[in-house]
Structures are given as C-alpha cells and as structure tokens.
C-alpha cells in the first residue's frame, strides 16, 4: 500500500473507502492496510461469517474507533443510509457467500444473495 499512502481525493481530502464484508479474514486485514496508508474506511458486514469482536481487535491494533454498519447488502433501505451518509472513492466488495459445498446445495440463495447483494451496491454507486 505505500503507493497510494496519503494519496488526496479530487476534493483534496483523504479517500474514503467502503469495505463490504469488512468484518471477514480478508476485509479486516484489508482494512488495517487502507487505514495505515492513510484511507478513511467504512465497513458494512451483516456478520453472517465474522464477528464483531475481530473488528474490536483491529481498533485495538490501529488505536482507533472505525465505522462499522452491520447492515446486509439485501436491505437496499439500509444501503441507502450508508451512501447517503459518506462519499466512497472506492468500493471493495468482500461481502460473498462462498462455501464452496453449501453453494452446491444451496445454489439459488447464494445467486440471490451474491447477485442482489452486488446489484444493490452497484444501484447505490452508479445508479
Ligand atoms: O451476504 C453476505 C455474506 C457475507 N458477509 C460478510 O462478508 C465477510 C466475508 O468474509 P468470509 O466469509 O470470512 O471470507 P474471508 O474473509 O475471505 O475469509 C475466508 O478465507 C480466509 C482465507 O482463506 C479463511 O482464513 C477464513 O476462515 C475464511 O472465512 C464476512 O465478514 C461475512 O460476515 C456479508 O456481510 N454479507
């Protein structure tokens, strides 16, 4: 991440990044790395496969509260809120079902899930 470390936005201020699935192995370590390098970011999990404790943990490493939403992607109300609340310079979507043997059991929620998830993020970024 060096980089982009203090890289402005085009307002001159810092970048301001949406984590989806912030919550989860990789989006925690991810957010660690963007906040180090000097991004702000917002994390939005509905906690389906992490927990909020993972997230206390990071705020105990960067010495510093983060902003959390456990919202789920499928709740566009909730989304909306979230959007209408910040101004994202980037959106990292992390927030997937992806168990490899439930999918195949399951195929059709995890379309719905996956697919309405991604749609409902990308209504509210360019829609
Ligand atoms: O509809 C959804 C689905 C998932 N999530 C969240 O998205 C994150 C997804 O992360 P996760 O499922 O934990 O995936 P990874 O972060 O990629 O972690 C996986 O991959 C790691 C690296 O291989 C393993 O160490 C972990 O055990 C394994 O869960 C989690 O916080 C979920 O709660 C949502 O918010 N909405």
Redesign the pocket.
Known sequence: MDEVKGIMNKSGKKPCALL????????NHTAIEMIKADYDVVI???????YMEALKRVEKILDQKLTIYVE???DKAALQKVFSKHHFDCVIH?????AVYESVEKPLLYYR??LN?TINLLENRFG
Do not use: E, R
């Not at 992390?94 to 992806?98: C, D, E, M, P, V």
């Open positions: 989806t699935g912030g919550a989860g192995y990789i989006g939005v999990d509905n906690l389906h496969n992490s789920d992607l499928l992390f927030a997937g079902l992806k899930n996956n998830g």
